[in-house]
């Protein structure tokens, strides 16, 4: 356990359904990051907040997912109109986030999402 | 756009036995490397991080080498055991310029190794 959650860790929903998943950091960590990782492949970077601002998104972040980090503590991924292709487990990490980005990221154990 | 491979993509060796995982990256521009365990159905744990100016990295029975100019790293475990049986990723991070797209964090596919008792 690295001290990083994720909830719920599994979530079934059907196509057109719009979900949510949220990550607790580790309580002194500034950063926090968001990976979405598919079978057999390994996690590919979405976004990453430093404290409360968002200051990254990939091009893999379509206008259906939005995440926040409000108070700069909790952390949440929304995704609207699931499509069955979004179906992957979605991964929340977090550094200590002080100065360069060499800092070492801890894992949560994920949110595995299945759109039937 | 940097592209990680890692080779093989599926290792099996007896308990006991001393074993190198490979993995290359094609733009060597790189800030950091890190290499990770993951554990089925489970999160990443960090175990290596290497800085674009250091050439390895060691902890335990792990030993993390980077080569920056022909884009390779190797990740050694020495005296394996079962309990090292898991998939072993490499991300390399680029970070190139201020704003958006600064941060490139790219992970290969992994090498599933399992340590037979």
């Known amino acids: 356990d690295t001290g990083v959650s994720q909830d719920p860790r599994h979530k079934i929903t059907k196509r057109g359904q719009n979900v949510t998943f949220r990550c607790d950091p580790i309580s002194e960590h500034n950063r926090l990051y968001w990976y979405r990782q598919t079978l057999g492949q390994g996690p590919e970077f979405l976004t990453y907040?430093?404290?409360?601002?968002?200051?990254?998104k990939s091009r893999l972040l379509s206008d259906r997912f939005s995440a926040e980090r409000p108070k700069g503590s909790f952390s949440t991924l929304e995704i609207q109109r699931t499509e069955q292709g979004d179906s992957a487990m979605y991964l929340c990490?977090?550094?200590?986030?002080?100065?360069?980005?060499?800092?070492?990221?801890?894992f949560g154990p994920g949110t595995r999402l299945t759109v039937l | 756009k940097q592209e990680v491979t890692q080779i093989p993509a599926a290792l099996s060796v007896p308990e006991g036995e001393n074993l190198v995982l490979n993995c290359s990256f094609t733009d060597s521009a790189i800030y950091n490397l890190q290499w990770f365990r993951q554990d089925p159905g489970k999160g990443l744990t960090s175990l290596l991080l290497i800085q674009s100016s250091q050439r390895e990295q060691t902890s335990g029975r792990l030993n993390a080498s980077l080569d920056k100019s022909s884009g390779r790293s190797t990740l050694y475990i020495a005296a394996s055991q079962p309990g090292d049986s898991a998939t072993y990723l490499c991300?390399?991070?680029?970070?190139?310029?201020?704003?958006?797209?600064?941060?490139?964090?790219?992970f290969g596919k992994g090498t599933k190794l399992s340590v037979i008792p």
């Open positions: 991300a390399v991070l680029l970070v190139k310029y201020s704003g958006a797209g600064s941060y490139q964090l790219t």
């Open positions: 907040f430093q404290n409360e601002a968002q200051l990254e």
């Open positions: 990490a977090s550094s200590l986030g002080q100065g360069k980005l060499t800092d070492t990221q801890y």
